[in-house]
């Protein structure tokens, strides 16, 4: 079943992807001769106008064929030369390559708004709690060396109950779980939710590790009440655009940073994932509700685009780079030093693919 979300997941992606290329292509009378879903060998297709729409057996992903993106094949039409992408404005040709990009940020908009709306999770006031129907007390962070580390909590846990001899708190408010492990020093026994399984573990409050009250009793652990909270449909477009534009930021950081360290040989690989480290969170995601799995796949569009737009040979970005410097020159590049280029882009991707892939094996193994 992962693997299923997970190709319906990229297929989806590349598909909007792909559908941004084509709409933008249409609009400026440029001739598609393909829009296909998966890659070849062909499945199935039909043709409506002059454009074939295709199925193919390679489930993992799609593509637009315009005429004269690449090259003309010989013999072609004299009239559709008008019509090629090449011989189109170069501001069209960059628009079309940018369309791309676009719709994979507006389908992350589209996520995150329609998650908002449905409901998603996130951190309550304590005037909150009674009104959210699955609040609860989640651990946020767990203090080395502290009773709760020792105990074995991790971040993510669902606070169900405590036990102190015949006391029981089983509430959704973090103030007064903390109060409730602060009234003494006697052992708790605490059972948490964690990958849907109940478990209890326990321990003993101690004083000292707090420093703002060394008196205080505590476990070591940060706790925050966390519940579903839906957005009024009519403010979810605004939130979701705020979200969006706020994941996009944060996303265009972290792969700056990590491209920068892809070449000085710095990169951190744990901090990325490749095909199996995104299906493996495309299941988690799933087990967790539809709202988790939307929002992973708008991060997942979002950093699509922002890699689409990274000036590399074979990407979008690389493409317009090419564009830019025609417009420049005021001359179009040789063709064969443009598919000469390419060709090394696309054996860097290949070989950064593999490389990430090879990290997401290793990470599993351990």
Do not use: C
């Amino acid at each position: 079943m992962t693997i299923l979300l997970f190709v319906a997941v990229l297929v989806a992606l590349i598909v909007v992807h792909e559908f941004g290329h084509f709409i933008a292509a249409k609009l400026f009378k440029m001739r598609v001769d393909e829009f296909g879903i998966g890659y070849p060998p062909r499945a199935w297709g039909i043709k409506r106008g002059e454009t074939e729409y295709t199925l193919n057996w390679l489930p993992f992903g799609g593509f637009v064929r315009i005429f004269g993106e690449d090259s003309v094949a010989a013999g072609s039409d004299p009239k559709d030369l008008d019509r090629a992408f090449f011989s189109k404005p170069r501001i069209q040709q960059a628009l079309v390559l940018v369309a791309g990009i676009f719709m994979n940020l507006a389908f992350a908009w589209l996520l995150l708004s329609l998650t908002l709306a449905l409901g998603a999770p996130r951190s309550l006031s304590e005037a909150e709690v009674p009104h959210v129907a699955d609040a609860a007390v989640y651990v946020a962070s767990v203090l080395p060396a502290s009773p709760a580390a020792e105990a074995g909590f991790v971040p993510g846990d669902r606070i169900v109950s405590i036990a102190r001899g015949e006391q029981t708190f089983t509430g959704a408010d973090a103030a007064a779980f903390t109060e409730f492990v602060g009234g003494s020093a006697e052992p708790l026994s605490i059972t948490v939710l964690r990958a849907g399984e109940e478990e209890v573990l326990s321990a003993t409050p101690a004083a000292g590790l707090a420093p703002e009250d060394p008196e205080r009793l505590v476990l070591g652990v940060g706790v925050a009440s966390v519940g579903t909270v839906q957005t009024p449909w009519y403010r979810a477009p605004i939130e979701g655009l705020a979200a969006t534009w706020n994941l996009t930021q944060q996303t265009a950081v972290g792969l700056v940073q990590f491209f920068a360290g892809v070449f000085t040989l710095t990169a951190d690989l744990s901090q990325v994932s490749g095909p199996v480290g995104i299906a493996g969170a495309v299941g988690d995601a799933s087990a967790n509700g539809v709202s988790q799995l939307l929002t992973l796949t708008a991060l997942i569009s979002i950093n699509l685009a922002l890699i689409n737009l990274l000036p590399i040979p074979a990407l979008d970005g690389g493409r317009l780079l090419f564009v830019i410097i025609e417009s420049v020159i005021r001359r179009p590049l040789p063709r064969a030093f443009q598919m000469g280029v390419n060709a090394l882009g696309f054996g860097f991707l290949i070989l950064l693919m593999i490389v990430v892939t090879a990290s997401d094996i290793f990470k599993i193994a351990m």
